[in-house]
Every structure is written in C-alpha cells, then in structure tokens.
C-alpha cells in the first residue's frame, strides 16, 4: 500500500514531474534550504512549547565558512525571537491539546464504499485542541509575506478539507473547523553598524514590541457536503494517478518552473550536466518520520 499525503497530492497537482521525482525516484537536493531548517525548527517549539527543543534542529549544522556560521547564528537568533514572541502574544495550549497527531486512513470510493488497494492517504497534524467544547484541528505557518491574499489562498486550500476530513474519520470526532497561526519571518535586517549580537537583541525585541505585525490567526471552516465532495476528488486523484503512472506520463508544468525562485528539480528536467551529483535519495515522506 503507498501513501499519499497533502503535500504528495499538492506536488502531483503542481507539476507531476516534480511529483514524480521526489516521490517515486525518491530524490531531493543534498543542500537543504535554510529556510527549511528555520520552518522545522519553529515547528519544533510550537509543538514542543520549547525554545530549547527548536534550537535542538540546528545541533547537526556545522557551517564551514564565516559567513555560514553567520547565517547559522542569525536563523538561530530567529527562531528564538519568534518562539518568544510567538508565546508572549498567544501562550501555550491547554494540557489535553493533542500534539502532533498522526493520521492513516483509507482511501474510499465514494459510489461503493470500497477502500483503495493502491493508496492509503497519511498525515500528521500539529494539533487538536478543545475550545468551548468543539474540537478544533491547529496549523503553524510561517511566512514571509501575509496579506489578505495569504489567508484567501488558505481559505481555498485543500489542506483544510483533508485535514479536517481525515481528521474525523481517524480519532472519530467531531472537528468544526481549523485554525491556522501564522508566524511572519522578520523583515529587519543587520545594520552595518551593529555587531551581530545587537542585532540578535534588536531582533528579539521587535518581535515582543509588533505582535501584530508578526502573528496572525485565521480560522476555516468546511461544512459536511464540502467533506462528501472531498472524498469524491481524492478518489478521482487516485483513479488519474494510477493511470498516468501506469503509462508512464509525469507531464512538465513549466509555468510552475519559476515559482518561489526556480525550482529545485530544473538541473534534472533541463538534463544540465552532472546533475545527477547535486541529488541524493532520500526517504520519501521525511516530515511523517519527524
Ligand atoms: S523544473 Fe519545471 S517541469 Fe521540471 S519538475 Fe520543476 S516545475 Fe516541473
């Protein structure tokens, strides 16, 4: 049985190239991106309520260059300032909030109630938590840009539905909505006048002194019939999936080349030389191990 995630399903829809590298060829760029680390280490410590856990992500960095070590400290002093700010301005969740619930269930078509002998579809939420009552499903972000567009995009996600749809199904509870709390990254910069350690200070304070330029909360809803037709897309997603790979076809999106900067997967599509040195394998659905 394969798994298939949100992030899986968003990729093949993206581009099925891409898809079809990562998760099937099973390759990824041996550099992670900063930002990568920065993301996981933030996540660390909302799910953790540790600052001390978040700063555990980076203990396998080792720079080799200055200005690597540089970088290192001032995505460090980052994380920090956002996870002090983070809390100062929402505190912690209660106790029985369910962290980092994992999810599996089966894909099911919706004319005959039979589940998919291909796919199983997996998650893994970062936490479900009672307010009055009603259960609500809570997402971490964090962004660089948020605007009224950031949360219309979210308000337009599938992630919405297939959290909250798998969500139910998996710990058979009722779920009203999500809440999404987003965490901008910082848009100051280090002065050439300030040491870094300034700068880390700044950093820190800005992020107690803006709380409402820095953290955002939105909340989303689906109603039942929105779940109903969810279903019947993943089921129609596997159904093409299966199809497509079968014949071989993992179609090029090229408008989708230049998103965010390039694409990390265009040395492999433009078949540049040596590409192949600047990939490794890697496990497939890393953030599931996490
Ligand atoms: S470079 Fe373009 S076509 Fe190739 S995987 Fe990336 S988005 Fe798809």
């Known amino acids: 049985m394969e798994t298939l995630t949100y992030s899986r399903i968003k990729s093949r829809k993206n581009c099925p190239m891409a898809e079809h590298i990562r998760y099937e060829l099973g390759l990824a760029p041996k550099q992670k991106k900063g930002s990568f680390a920065l993301g996981s280490a933030v996540h660390r410590g909302l799910e953790t309520n540790s600052i001390e856990e978040a700063m555990a992500i980076f203990s396998d960095t ?17 994380v920090q300032a956002m996870l002090g700010g983070y809390f100062q301005r929402f505190g912690v969740w209660p106790d029985d909030t369910r962290k980092e619930s994992k999810f599996s269930i089966p894909i099911i078509n919706p004319e005959t109630g039979a589940r998919s002998r291909s796919f199983e579809l997996q998650g893994k939420i970062d936490a479900i938590t009672a307010i009055d009552g009603q259960n609500w499903i809570v997402e971490y972000k964090t962004a660089s840009q948020i605007n009224d567009d950031y949360f219309n995009r979210i308000e337009l996600d599938e992630q919405v539905s297939t959290y909250m749809y798998a969500a139910q199904k998996f710990f058979e509870i009722p779920i009203v909505g999500i809440i999404y709390r987003v965490l901008k990254k910082p848009s100051i910069r280090q002065k050439k006048t300030e040491s870094l350690e300034q700068f880390c200070q700044r950093l820190a304070q800005d992020y107690l002194n803006r709380p409402e330029f820095y953290f955002f909360e939105g909340k989303f809803y689906r109603s039942q019939e929105d779940l109903v037709q969810y279903e019947k897309e993943l089921w129609a997603f596997t159904k093409q999936y299966l199809y497509e790979r079968n014949h071989g076809i993992h179609c090029k999106n090229a408008s989708r080349c230049t998103d965010f900067g390039r694409c990390e997967y265009m040395p492999i599509c433009l078949q540049e030389a040596d590409w192949e040195f600047i990939y490794e394998k890697r496990e497939i659905h890393e953030e599931l191990k996490a």
């Open 62 to 78: 080792f720079p080799s260059t200055q200005e690597e070590q540089d970088k290192l400290e001032i995505n460090k002093a980052i």
